[in-house]
Protein backbone atom coordinates (compact mmCIF):
# COMPACT_ATOMS: atom_id res chain seq x y z
CA UNK A 1 0.00 0.00 0.00
CA UNK A 2 1.24 3.74 -1.51
CA UNK A 3 0.79 5.96 1.26
CA UNK A 4 2.09 9.72 0.31
CA UNK A 5 2.13 13.18 2.93
CA UNK A 6 2.80 16.47 1.74
CA UNK A 7 4.19 18.75 3.64
CA UNK A 8 5.44 22.30 3.72
CA UNK A 9 2.35 24.29 2.62
CA UNK A 10 1.69 27.80 3.80
CA UNK A 11 0.92 31.16 3.66
CA UNK A 12 3.63 33.60 2.05
CA UNK A 13 3.64 36.92 -0.36
CA UNK A 14 4.27 37.12 -3.90
CA UNK A 15 8.01 36.42 -4.32
CA UNK A 16 8.65 34.55 -1.14
CA UNK A 17 9.39 31.06 -1.60
CA UNK A 18 8.08 27.45 -0.72
CA UNK A 19 9.74 23.88 -0.67
CA UNK A 20 6.73 21.20 -0.41
CA UNK A 21 7.78 17.62 0.82
CA UNK A 22 6.16 14.61 0.07
CA UNK A 23 7.15 11.80 2.11
CA UNK A 24 6.80 8.38 0.57
CA UNK A 25 5.77 4.85 1.73
CA UNK A 26 4.98 1.75 0.25
CA UNK A 27 7.56 2.68 -2.49
CA UNK A 28 10.85 3.50 -3.31
CA UNK A 29 10.60 7.39 -5.32
CA UNK A 30 13.27 5.91 -7.56
CA UNK A 31 11.19 3.15 -8.84
CA UNK A 32 8.30 4.86 -9.83
CA UNK A 33 6.83 8.43 -12.01
CA UNK A 34 6.44 11.31 -9.24
CA UNK A 35 4.86 13.54 -10.21
CA UNK A 36 2.97 17.13 -8.19
CA UNK A 37 -0.45 18.46 -9.28
CA UNK A 38 -2.56 21.61 -7.57
CA UNK A 39 -5.68 22.09 -7.64
CA UNK A 40 -6.74 25.70 -7.65
CA UNK A 41 -9.62 27.75 -6.68
CA UNK A 42 -12.58 27.26 -8.42
CA UNK A 43 -10.49 25.11 -11.16
CA UNK A 44 -9.72 21.30 -12.08
CA UNK A 45 -6.44 19.71 -10.89
CA UNK A 46 -3.69 20.83 -13.06
CA UNK A 47 -0.09 19.16 -13.76
CA UNK A 48 2.90 20.73 -12.23
CA UNK A 49 5.85 18.95 -12.65
CA UNK A 50 7.05 15.68 -12.67
CA UNK A 51 10.10 12.91 -12.93
CA UNK A 52 10.20 9.68 -14.77
CA UNK A 53 11.70 6.68 -13.00
CA UNK A 54 13.56 6.03 -15.71
CA UNK A 55 14.71 9.72 -16.87
CA UNK A 56 16.63 12.33 -15.32
CA UNK A 57 15.10 15.43 -17.05
CA UNK A 58 12.05 16.36 -15.32
CA UNK A 59 9.09 18.10 -16.77
CA UNK A 60 6.91 21.11 -15.82
CA UNK A 61 4.07 23.08 -16.76
CA UNK A 62 4.66 26.43 -18.60
CA UNK A 63 2.74 28.35 -16.06
CA UNK A 64 6.28 27.16 -13.38
CA UNK A 65 8.92 26.89 -15.70
CA UNK A 66 12.15 28.55 -14.54
CA UNK A 67 10.24 29.09 -11.00
CA UNK A 68 9.51 25.39 -9.86
CA UNK A 69 12.13 22.65 -9.39
CA UNK A 70 11.09 18.85 -8.30
CA UNK A 71 13.57 16.87 -7.02
CA UNK A 72 13.86 13.27 -5.31
CA UNK A 73 15.64 12.57 -2.49
CA UNK A 74 16.43 8.88 -2.98
CA UNK A 75 17.26 7.92 0.56
CA UNK A 76 14.93 9.81 2.72
CA UNK A 77 12.04 8.56 0.11
CA UNK A 78 10.86 11.70 -0.15
CA UNK A 79 9.33 13.89 -3.37
CA UNK A 80 10.32 17.81 -3.04
CA UNK A 81 8.63 21.13 -4.59
CA UNK A 82 11.00 24.10 -4.48
CA UNK A 83 8.95 26.78 -5.73
CA UNK A 84 10.64 30.58 -6.13
CA UNK A 85 9.08 33.80 -7.23
CA UNK A 86 5.16 32.76 -6.29
CA UNK A 87 3.16 34.40 -7.70
CA UNK A 88 -0.99 34.77 -6.30
CA UNK A 89 -1.87 32.52 -9.22
CA UNK A 90 0.10 29.75 -7.90
CA UNK A 91 -2.34 29.62 -4.64
CA UNK A 92 -3.96 26.16 -4.73
CA UNK A 93 -3.88 22.35 -2.92
CA UNK A 94 -0.82 20.55 -3.93
CA UNK A 95 -0.60 17.23 -4.26
CA UNK A 96 2.03 14.83 -4.74
CA UNK A 97 1.43 11.72 -7.49
CA UNK A 98 2.64 8.63 -8.20
CA UNK A 99 2.60 6.31 -11.38
CA UNK A 100 4.48 3.03 -11.89
CA UNK A 101 2.87 2.57 -15.88
CA UNK A 102 2.60 6.52 -16.62
CA UNK A 103 3.67 6.94 -20.26
CA UNK A 104 4.85 10.54 -21.62
CA UNK A 105 2.05 11.16 -23.39
CA UNK A 106 -0.11 10.95 -20.64
CA UNK A 107 1.68 12.19 -18.05
CA UNK A 108 -0.82 15.50 -17.69
CA UNK A 109 -3.29 14.14 -16.95
CA UNK A 110 -3.85 13.19 -13.22
CA UNK A 111 -6.65 10.33 -13.66
CA UNK A 112 -3.10 7.61 -15.04
CA UNK A 113 -1.65 8.38 -11.64
CA UNK A 114 -2.57 6.00 -8.94
CA UNK A 115 -1.62 7.18 -5.70
CA UNK A 116 -1.72 10.85 -4.39
CA UNK A 117 -1.51 12.41 -0.81
CA UNK A 118 -4.11 14.47 0.63
CA UNK A 119 -2.68 17.58 -0.39
CA UNK A 120 -1.09 20.53 0.98
CA UNK A 121 -2.63 24.40 1.10
CA UNK A 122 -0.70 26.76 -0.62
CA UNK A 123 -1.94 30.52 -0.12
CA UNK A 124 0.27 33.38 -1.96
CA UNK A 125 -0.72 37.06 -1.54
CA UNK A 126 -0.17 40.14 -3.20
Known amino acids: QVQLVESGGGLVQAGDSLRLSCTVS????????MAWFRQRPGKEREFVAN????????YYADSVKGRFTISRDNAKNILWLQMNSLKPEDTGVYYCATSTTIIYSSMYDPSRYSGWGQGTQVTVSS
Open 51 to 58: LFRTGYNP
Open 26 to 33: GRTVGSAT
